[in-house]
């Protein structure tokens, strides 16, 4: 599949194939291999049983679902993986090769993969959104009444950056990490996310209880997050 070279090349390389600019290489550890385009390639192909997934999806799903795809096997390959269907699980999750975790997401002109080897790292989430104000009625949906002072706070004093976009865009990577460890739901209200706007990092504090990775309950997630041309993104990387 040559067109998955384009998601490598979009915002360049180093010569460790590490992007050399873009977004969310920037948020994770090295351990971790990420892909990301801007754009969907004309050519970028799926295997036959993921374009089953998506045969009547309208084109606009097909393209990200296609090039998201793309990404997840340039970033598999980085680690010495054969290119193979990444289908969807009974919730929705990514389906990954045996000893591999990962998380993909995608928005209008963004899409990105990122992968690491079990053994290094247990669970990963991550999440690009459009450095934009939620829609109206959303903020009450996704956030707890103790969150949204803070969000107030944030707005007033750095206000190039939405926060509560990026406070969505985290509770996102909240549960793309939480589900691999548990297997379940995790909903917008059991987790309280503060961001710092000065060291580009946010703490998710569990109101439930929490898995347990390497014999430790983990209570709270810490993450990163940053902002680049007109998109915001966060991830989490749990590391045993």
């Excluded at 550890?29 to 309208?58: G, I, S």
Aim: hydrophobic content about 40%; aromatic content about 6%.
């Amino acid at each position: 599949m040559a067109a998955e070279a384009a998601a490598g090349r979009a915002a360049g390389t180093t010569a460790a194939g590490r992007p050399a600019d873009g977004l969310m290489p920037h948020l994770l550890p090295e351990d971790v291999e990420v892909a990301e385009a801007f754009a969907d390639p004309p050519h970028a192909e799926l295997f036959p049983q993921e374009a089953e997934a998506v045969a009547r999806a309208v084109d606009k799903r097909r393209r990200e679902y296609t090039t998201v795809r793309m990404c997840a096997r340039t970033a598999l390959g980085r680690l010495g993986i054969p290119p193979v269907p990444i289908l969807r699980g009974p919730k929705g999750e990514p389906r990954w090769p045996a000893g591999i975790v990962g998380s993909m997401t995608h928005c209008d002109g963004y899409r990105a993969a990122a992968v690491a080897r079990d053994d290094r790292v247990a669970s990963l989430g991550v999440d690009a959104e459009p450095n934009q104000p939620l829609p109206d009625g959303v903020l009450e949906t996704v956030t707890r009444p103790e969150e949204r002072p803070h969000l107030a706070r944030l707005a007033a004093a750095h206000p190039a950056t939405c926060w509560d976009r990026l406070l969505f865009s985290a509770k996102e990577s909240v549960y793309k990490t939480w589900f691999p460890l548990t297997g379940r739901w995790l909903g917008f209200e059991e987790c309280v996310v503060v961001p710092d706007p000065d060291d580009g990092t946010f703490t998710a504090t569990l109101t439930v209880p929490g898995p347990r990775v390497a014999g430790r309950e983990i209570t709270r997630f810490t993450g990163r997050w940053r902002t680049w041309n007109g998109l915001v993104a966060t991830a989490i990387a749990v590391t045993g």
